[in-house]
């Protein structure tokens, strides 16, 4: 009986292994979403920073350019990059929690199997197949 309790209790564990390895991958596939918004705002302001405040600039939405000021597509352009700052740092955090349960799971894997030899040797077992 304790040993299928030990057995179902790794199981779970196991999922919520793969569960929060999943979404820490997630994260980060997101986070070098927004790395990358991120440098093409800071270059786009880069670029407009050194344009006279008398030029033509054009914003395009789909296939239309559209002629704005450059004070606004500057503004709109350290907005994004504010906005991609701030996800990127709320990411991160998230990113740590979620590392730190991955942790704290593992832990718990292995207290589960130093109390249950008998389990560790099958699931041995079954990996050496």
Do not use: C, H
């Not at 880069?46 to 405040?53: A, K, V």
């Not at 990059?81 to 991160?92: G, P, R, V, Y």
């Not at 593992?106 to 699931?123: F, K, M, S, T």
Request: aromatic share 4%; no cysteine.
């Amino acid at each position: 009986m304790a040993d299928e309790t030990n057995r179902a209790a790794f199981v779970e564990l196991q999922a919520r292994m793969i569960e929060t390895t999943g979404k820490i991958k997630q994260l980060q596939t997101q986070m070098r979403t927004k790395e990358s918004e991120k440098k093409r705002a800071y270059l786009t302001l880069e670029e407009l920073r050194q344009l006279p405040d008398d030029t033509n600039t054009y914003k395009t939405i789909g296939k239309v350019f559209i002629l704005e000021p450059r004070s606004l597509l500057a503004n709109e352009q350290e907005q994004k990059l504010n906005d991609s700052e701030t996800a990127i740092s709320s990411m991160q955090t998230s990113k740590e929690y979620l590392e730190k349960q991955l942790g704290e799971l593992e832990n718990n894997i292995r207290e589960l199997l130093q109390q249950d030899p008998v389990l560790a040797r099958q699931i041995l077992s079954m990996t050496a197949q």
